[in-house]
């Protein structure tokens, strides 16, 4: 089935390349473009086969899948454990204070450390992990202001959102189709409520599990026992 995601992975980046963005937004970063060899990679070799819960981030991190093409794509947790390393180009546009250094990078997304951390302390090694779980973005586009700052997408103008939402939708549904998930986890409320309008009508189960930022200060308290217990309640895990 990987063949599948691939396909739609490539469409999805068609659809996004068009879509245009304005100030505050400075720079827009697409993984899926200068990271593909990476993020083709990681469908390959973990794509395949049906899966029982699909993990649903926001969009990438400016030190994770901005970096490696790999969701929630911490270097080391992508390197070590996936086992995954290949090419990555540059965005048409880079911002100084946001270099893409690819798997050079010596930045740590902590988002992505804490969420492959808990992964691979519960299940050991990816395999056992991707048998029945698969993590996927919902929005590609890394969204900058001219500070450098992160922009993320539910803080664009409606005019910029609908016409993304709009492709975004057609991607997880069709992403959801292919894999056939039991439970699509939103890893934080707004991935969640795109899952409950993308996937409106689907008999699919849809749930929600604390975001690992350490923006956020309940993240900061053992998020993964947190994380844990929000499966185990949810009856995922």
Known sequence: MN??????????NNDVSTLVFSNPVAYVYNPLDYAWEPYKLYLERYGAGRKRVIFLGMNPGPWGMAQTGVPFGEIQAAKEWLGIEGKVKKPRVVHPKRPVMGFACTRVEVSGKRLWGLFKERFGNPVSFFNDHFIANYCPLVFMEESGKNRTPDKLKPSESKPLYS????HLKEITIILQPEWVIGVGRFSEMC????????????????HPSPASPAANRDWAKTVTRQLMELGVW
């Open 3 to 12: 063949h599948e995601l691939i396909e739609a992975a490539r469409q999805l």
């Open 195 to 210: 899952a409950q309008r993308a996937l409106d009508g689907m008999d699919i189960r849809i749930g929600q599990i604390l």
């Open 167 to 170: 492709v975004c939708d057609r």
